[in-house]
């Protein structure tokens, strides 16, 4: 059973350029966050993706949309970037069983240099 | 006030050492909590949740007060493999965002 995915696993841009980063959850699970990471930090959230709308946002910019296919995988766009934007960008995913709580489970991020 | 303040690292202790780390949450309404485990260039993994009335997975403890708001993971007889970056998570509404602290560095040495 694979894990969540997430492509590529490195990348390095330039000021001003935009990136896409893709992410496939775990086999079950319906809805997708995802997470940036700095240097030294702990995650911080970005947004959740489920029923391919996004439920809940984090204090991002505009410049951070998403997207959730039928398939349940996700994108994560970043326009106009700036160097502050390098870090891991850490995708999660978990069931939608209200009933119970649902473990996120990460993926194993993609790394984002801004130069 | 941040949301989730852990205590400063690094924690540096021998094989065999009992150490703790301490966790408060802001948010009073928060429902779920969480100590979560991140290797060098890895992501993170649950280590475990905690409840108000305490869990112990093996050589880990895990206490929550929500009274004061603080959550703790006690690690005992610690191993070379505990060493890792510790990360006390909250979960605001379920099945919703995480909360993470910055996350307490261990080292544990021979």
């Known amino acids: 059973d694979a894990g969540v995915t997430q492509s590529p696993t490195h990348l390095i841009k330039t000021r001003g350029q935009q990136v896409t980063l893709r992410c496939s959850p775990k086999?079950?699970?319906?809805?997708v966050s995802w997470y940036q990471q700095a240097l030294g930090q702990g995650p911080q959230f970005i947004f959740q993706y489920y029923e391919e709308e996004e439920r809940q946002r984090g204090n991002f910019p505009d410049r951070f949309s998403g997207h959730q296919f039928p398939n349940y995988s996700s994108e994560l766009n970043v326009n106009a970037l700036l160097l502050g934007d390098s870090a891991l960008y850490l995708c999660a995913s978990s069931g939608n069983d209200r009933a119970i709580y649902n473990e996120q489970f990460f993926g194993p991020g993609t790394r984002l240099t801004v130069l | 006030r941040k949301e989730v303040e852990q205590d400063p690292g690094p924690f540096n202790v021998p094989e065999g050492a009992t150490v703790a780390f301490n966790c408060t949450y802001s948010?009073?309404?928060?429902?779920?909590f969480f100590w979560y485990r991140q290797d060098c260039r890895k992501e993170p993994k649950l280590l475990m949740s905690?409840?108000?009335s305490g869990n112990e997975d093996g050589r880990f403890t895990a206490q929550l007060n929500r009274a004061s708001q603080y959550i703790s993971l006690l690690i005992r007889d610690s191993k070379l493999s505990d060493s890792a970056t510790y990360l006390c998570?909250?979960?605001?509404?379920?099945?919703?965002?995480?909360?993470f602290g910055k996350g307490t560095t261990l080292s544990v040495s021979s």
């Open positions: 905690v409840y108000s």
């Open positions: 998570v909250v979960e605001g509404q379920a099945g919703t965002a995480l909360i």
């Open positions: 948010n009073s309404a928060s429902q779920s």
């Open positions: 086999s079950g699970h319906d809805t």
